[in-house]
């Protein structure tokens, strides 16, 4: 069950960063807000017989395409209703951090139960492999988040889903050696083909959406 929470967010000026933090059950978390500024006057483009509806869908346009093409390490929370006339719109948004994927939660809680699963095996060898692996995929998409480009990025998390596919075949082979039991190896690796199918769908939309 989603529990909603309301954040009072204070006034801050035009392209001015709020930072708010707030206490959850003991754990500290911090946002980052700020309000950016778009063009809503459309008027220089506008047919000469271009009714009231065609003047806003076309506005809403061409909000839609600025706020897609902003810094992609910000994400909207709020669009504000412009004052009647007004040449320009104002938009909340929230710094987006590599803890918000949901691939890095699913391929934390992965990399846990592999520790976690593996603190009696004996064969030090493969045990340190699959942690090894497990690791590096949360690590090269938080790092590869941190870089500034998108590319770099893309690059990062194409080593993330090779770690993955490492991880899975070093699991077939603790099912095969009796290292891990055949339905405890058979849940890990279907794990690891969720993060794999999660990181190609992050990898496609990274690759057409913001090149």
Known sequence: MMNELCIPIPFFKENQIAEVAVTINGKKREYHFRVESFPWDTSSELPEDIDKYGETTMKVRQLKNAIENYNNGWEIVQIYTPSPGSSHIQVLFRQKKFEDLNVWKES???TV???NYLKKCRDY???DQLQRSAVSIPSNIAEGYERDTN???IRFLYLAKGSSVELRTQLYIALEVNIIDKKLGTQ???RTKKISSMLFNL?????????
């Open 151 to 153: 590319k770099e990025f």
């Open 125 to 127: 060898g493969l045990r």
């Open 188 to 190: 890990l690796i279907d």
């Open 113 to 115: 139960d592999i520790y």
């Open 108 to 110: 934390i809680s992965l």
């Open 203 to 211: 990898i496609k939309t990274r690759s057409v959406k913001f090149e």
